[in-house]
């Protein structure tokens, strides 16, 4: 009898810790965030407002999914808000000149992937620390878009760039289906693409996985590859929406980025631990959350306070998923 009160006892808090492993916590922060901010503004649960959260979130969302795929692979990319801007700009440039919107689409994202491949290269065949080399290129990237522009925005972008934000598709807007083709192909490719396995593998253990036969070099090269690529697409989403190419664009992307990614259950302090789900939801809380404090007509300022203390509070539910799965 007294066993059976045991295995009670013990269940409610198994029951908890799943929860709280899993990415059921985010999924409820998300849902009251989402009742509270309905309750403070009328406004907030309208069509047009929910279309604006989510254009307003693609951007950090499609940047947050490949920054798990650095993170998962136990790395770091400081740099994916330089590589959006030097992109855009370089993007933008190229549709003035050309008239064309698909051609400054392509060259963007090309060079979104060329950027990424440099990170890479300096960790994965150097051997430097990630924190380090995206530092460097985080100065070296925002510098060269302002340098490429002169500080100034590029304008006169033609008109089809903008369809991209302005379009819709069965009332969903355009950028929506954006993130969530983005979101399927990265599911589908951590889940169930042999690469994908792989990067869970070297981020769990480089060793390990380097003795099983990984080639780990070249998995680090792709993570950051990915996460330039994918920078570089956020910014043609951005440059969508802004309808110009701006050199001061994705200030302070990375550390969303990141917050995504771990609000999302992806360990920032151990490789190999979450998923490409969570991070959409993820995305999608810092989005809701900084929709509703405009709505509230809260200050920049203290949104920058708020969204320091959701950083810190990412990283200390990281901590604690860490001490709970130990």
């Not at 100065?139 to 760039?161: C, D, H, M």
């Amino acid at each position: 009898m007294s066993g059976q009160v045991a295995v009670r006892i013990q269940t409610a808090p198994s029951r908890l810790r799943q929860i709280l492993i899993g990415g059921f916590g985010i999924v409820l922060a998300l849902l009251v965030l989402i009742v509270v901010f309905s309750i403070l503004s009328p406004v907030f649960l309208t069509f047009d407002n929910l279309r604006a959260i989510v254009t307003q979130a693609g951007t950090n969302a499609i940047i947050a999914a490949g920054m798990t795929f650095v993170i998962l692979a136990g790395e770091i990319d400081l740099s994916v808000g330089a590589t959006l801007a030097l992109t855009s700009v370089v993007g933008a440039q190229i549709m003035v000149n050309s008239g064309s919107a698909m051609l400054g689409i392509l060259v963007a994202c090309v060079l979104g992937i060329i950027l990424g491949a440099i990170n890479g290269a300096f960790v994965a065949r150097l051997g430097f620390p990630s924190f380090i080399v995206t530092l460097s290129t985080m100065w070296l990237f925002r510098g060269s878009a302002y340098v490429f522009t002169e500080g100034q925005a590029v304008v006169n972008l033609p008109q089809s760039n903008m369809n991209l934000s302005l379009g819709s598709f069965l009332h969903f807007p355009s950028i929506g289906w954006v993130v969530v083709v983005t979101f399927v192909i990265c599911y589908v490719v951590l889940r169930h693409v042999t690469f994908g396995r792989r990067v869970y593998a070297v981020g769990d253990s480089r060793e390990s996985a380097r003795l099983s036969g990984i080639n780990v070099r070249a998995i680090k090269l792709a993570v950051f590859t990915i996460a330039g690529f994918l920078s570089a697409l956020g910014g043609v989403v951005l440059m969508s929406r802004l309808n110009s190419g701006q050199p001061v664009a994705g200030l302070g992307y990375e550390l969303s980025a990141i917050a995504a990614a771990v609000i999302g259950g992806t360990s920032l302090t151990k490789g190999g631990v979450g998923g490409i789900i969570g991070t959409l939801i993820g995305a999608l809380f810092i989005g809701t959350l900084q929709n509703g404090l405009v709505l509230l007509n809260v200050t920049s300022f203290y949104q920058q306070v708020l969204m320091g203390i959701v950083v810190l509070l990412a990283v200390g539910i990281d901590k604690y998923r860490k001490t709970l799965s130990a």
